[in-house]
């Protein structure tokens, strides 16, 4: 039983830590560091996108290739298979999403 709620406890604190009784600030949208990653696919239907990506802090996620939702679906159009891009994730709703990106240089 003692494991057991060691464990809940330890799976909740990350989450209980992110969420901060309010809407994230725009100005700490903007803060979030980018991460390089590489698009495998578009997902237009789903609205997201799935990317390659290092380790994302941000996030507390380990690399991996994953779909994340977006902030924007208008980028959709814009991003297209094997684009390198710099992005900043989020966890909004319990899901991740690329809050911003550029195109890598």
Do not use: C
Not at 2 to 20: C, E, K, Y
Not at 71 to 84: C, H, M, S, V
């Amino acid at each position: 039983m003692r494991l057991i709620l060691s464990l809940l406890l330890a799976l909740s604190l990350p989450t209980f830590a992110q969420h901060n009784h309010g809407a994230m600030q725009p100005a700490a949208a903007q803060a979030a560091p980018l991460s390089d990653g590489t698009v495998k696919k578009i997902d237009k239907a789903a609205g997201e996108v799935v990317i390659q990506h290092g380790q994302l802090d941000s996030i507390g996620m380990p690399p991996m290739t994953m779909a994340f939702g977006v902030a924007d679906k208008a980028w959709l159009n814009k991003l297209k298979p094997g684009d390198k891009i710099r992005f900043a994730a989020e966890m909004k709703g319990g899901n991740a999403i690329v809050s911003r990106y550029e195109m890598a240089k």
